[in-house]
């Protein structure tokens, strides 16, 4: 399979990307970028909290923090009951004086940030859980927050990213405004929320920035996901980056003239019909191979006028390479699978077509099923396409040659032809 894919990716390359138009800078750009930073708990690290909100204070930018009201005590991808901490005063006391400010907006993070059991194969901690139970702790944890902080809290964040169409519901019942959870998640229709989606980490804004101006969009937006295990200052393995490093970026931002930093509350344009359009662009792109995913707006959320653009982009795309890959599989199996098809009896070879559509049909709801599908199951899907295509095409043609023949020669007569029974008079 991988091997068809590079062949095909290797065919159509030229005539594809000849007949679609090159992204190019567009003159007037208004580029938000928003800052998210996860997890501030009981049990974060105070002293980096204070550095982020003097950092973001000293360049006169802002900051949403998703914090964790009643954070569990022990390991958060263990479901298991445990002890819940709630935010200590000091931190709230800091948090809100930055929000006066106008350099914090505060968001809810969930409620302990503890995975549930409903999802063994990805961590959540609504997803699965009926609606009143996610009402209960949506509200809970944000009643708690607004008392700690004396601010209202209108932003909730998910934890992991992941909720379900109950997780909405309840955000919206409970009066928020705007969720952030990231491209992938719950496309929704809900005319109240808005949705500003994790789009980059910290280390990609330079290059978010860059390609927001390249693409045919004059309002793009960028929001950046960081977490404390991101800096080197917390001790964690997985840090690849440093405070001084952030300072930079920050400093580097303030020097560009088409770029903004805002909080998500300040985000225009954020509906549910933008979000909806921007998953449904990311998950079309997600069944091309990686050659031909479009890179100039995958760290980018696209406003109206952009989705415009990358869309037909997109799908020319899938649709070009798509046809592409059916027609030459089509093609072989013509010669390979008509070949076959002309040394067995005609039943038999219905029989055979009539099986591998079976087989099509079956293999395509299997793997379409569950929605969770790339390229290699599109790919599968119009690897048999073809295949059932180009022996269908041979098994008709043989068909008709068959009946062809029988008219040129006739029925057979006690074991004798009209043909040979008409050659034979003519002796006499």
Same mark, same amino acid.
């Given at each position: 399979m991988? +091997?068809? +894919?590079?062949?095909t990716t290797a065919l159509?390359?030229?005539? %594809?990307?000849?007949?679609?138009? !090159?992204?190019?800078?567009?003159?007037?750009?208004?580029?938000?970028? !928003? &800052?998210r930073y996860d997890d501030p708990s009981a049990r974060s690290n105070i002293d980096i909290e204070r550095q982020l909100i003097d950092e973001f204070r000293r360049h006169g930018m802002s900051c949403t923090f998703a914090v964790v009201p009643y954070v569990c005590?022990?390991?958060?991808?263990?479901?298991?009951? *445990? *002890?819940? %901490?709630?935010?200590?005063?000091?931190? @709230?006391? +800091?948090?809100?004086? @930055?929000? /006066?400010?106008?350099?914090?907006?505060?968001? =809810?993070?969930g409620y302990s940030h503890q995975t549930n059991e409903m999802h063994p194969e990805k961590?959540?901690?609504?997803?699965? =859980?009926?609606?009143?139970? *996610?009402? !209960? #702790?949506?509200?809970?944890? #944000?009643?708690? =927050?607004e008392? /700690? +902080?004396?601010?209202?809290? %209108?932003? &909730?964040v998910p934890p992991w990213n992941t909720h379900d169409t109950n997780t909405l519901r309840a955000v919206e019942r409970a009066g928020f405004r705007c969720v952030s959870s990231d491209m992938y998640g719950t496309p929704s229709s809900s005319a109240a929320l808005r949705f500003v989606p994790a789009t980059c980490e910290l280390g990609q804004v330079k290059e978010g920035v860059r390609l927001a101006r390249q693409i045919e969009d004059p309002a793009p937006l960028i929001v950046v996901l960081f977490h404390e295990y991101d800096f080197i200052e917390s001790g964690s393995p997985r840090a690849s980056a440093t405070l001084r490093q952030l300072a930079e970026t920050l400093r580097w931002l303030s020097t560009q003239n088409d770029v903004a930093v805002r909080l998500m509350q300040e985000v225009p344009s954020a509906d549910a019909v933008r979000y909806t359009k921007n998953h449904w662009l990311r998950r079309v792109d997600q069944v091309l191979p990686l050659r031909l995913r479009a890179t100039s707006y995958r760290p980018v959320y696209l406003s109206a006028e952009g989705l415009q653009d990358a869309t037909r982009r997109t799908v020319t795309t899938a649709a070009l390479f798509y046809t592409g890959l059916v027609l030459l599989v089509a093609a072989t199996s013509y010669l390979v699978g008509g070949g076959f098809l002309a040394r067995i009896s005609p039943w038999a070879a219905s029989v055979v077509v009539a099986s591998e559509w079976l087989l099509l049909i079956g293999g395509s709801i299997w793997t379409l099923g569950d929605g969770q599908f790339g390229a290699r199951g599109v790919a599968s899907i119009a690897t048999a396409l073809g295949w059932c295509v180009g022996n269908s095409v041979a098994a008709v043609l043989r068909h008709r040659c068959d009946r062809g023949k029988t008219r040129e020669t006739g029925p057979a007569l006690n074991g004798t032809s009209i043909r040979e029974r008409a050659g034979s008079s003519l002796d006499y």
């Open positions: 991988t +091997l068809i +894919l590079r062949w159509i390359w030229v005539p %594809l990307f000849s007949a679609l138009p !090159v992204c190019g800078t567009t003159s007037a750009k208004d580029i938000t970028v !928003v &800052f005590d022990g390991d958060v991808h263990d479901p298991s009951p *445990q *002890q819940y %901490l709630p935010l200590p005063g000091e931190k @709230a006391m +800091l948090f809100a004086s @930055a929000v /006066q400010e106008g350099v914090l907006e505060i968001a =809810l993070h961590y959540s901690e609504f997803a699965g =859980l009926d609606y009143g139970e *996610q009402v !209960v #702790r949506i509200e809970r944890g #944000r009643e708690f =927050l008392t /700690q +902080l004396g601010w209202p809290v %209108l932003t &909730f």
